[in-house]
């Protein structure tokens, strides 16, 4: 069983950065890939970006391409999506997810984080 837990997100004007961030405690950590997903209302849930389980590749989606940047942190069980240059249209519940082998696919996910609100102002 692999818990996820996401602090931050929040409310910032268009333009701006913010970084979320999505602790795995445990020890398999290190051993799954990550992923980062959003769900706007009316909407489905859509790819952001995600990450190998060593760090060594990342993909992303190409709406966030150039602004967004995932990242981890193996020895802190933490893996951040780093978002600049904000639109209104990045509005959305961010869910954290962990993969055996990094995916851009939802139904590959077998764990899930609860999801944190990020509201862009214009």
């Known amino acids: 069983q692999v818990q996820l837990v996401e602090p931050g997100g929040g409310l910032v004007q268009a333009g701006g950065p913010l970084r979320l961030s999505c602790l795995a405690p445990?020890?398999?950590?290190?051993?799954?890939?990550m992923g980062w997903f959003r769900q706007a209302p009316g909407k489905e849930r859509e790819f952001v970006a995600a990450i190998s389980s060593s760090g060594g590749s990342t993909y992303y989606a190409d709406s966030v391409k150039g602004r967004f940047t995932i990242s981890r942190d193996n020895a802190k069980n933490t893996v951040y999506l780093q978002m600049n240059s904000l639109k209104p249209e990045d509005t959305a519940v961010y869910y954290c997810a962990a993969v055996p082998r990094a995916s851009v696919y939802s139904n590959e996910y077998a764990y899930w984080g609860q999801g944190t609100q990020v509201t862009v102002s214009s």
């Open positions: 445990g020890r398999t950590f290190s051993r799954n890939g």
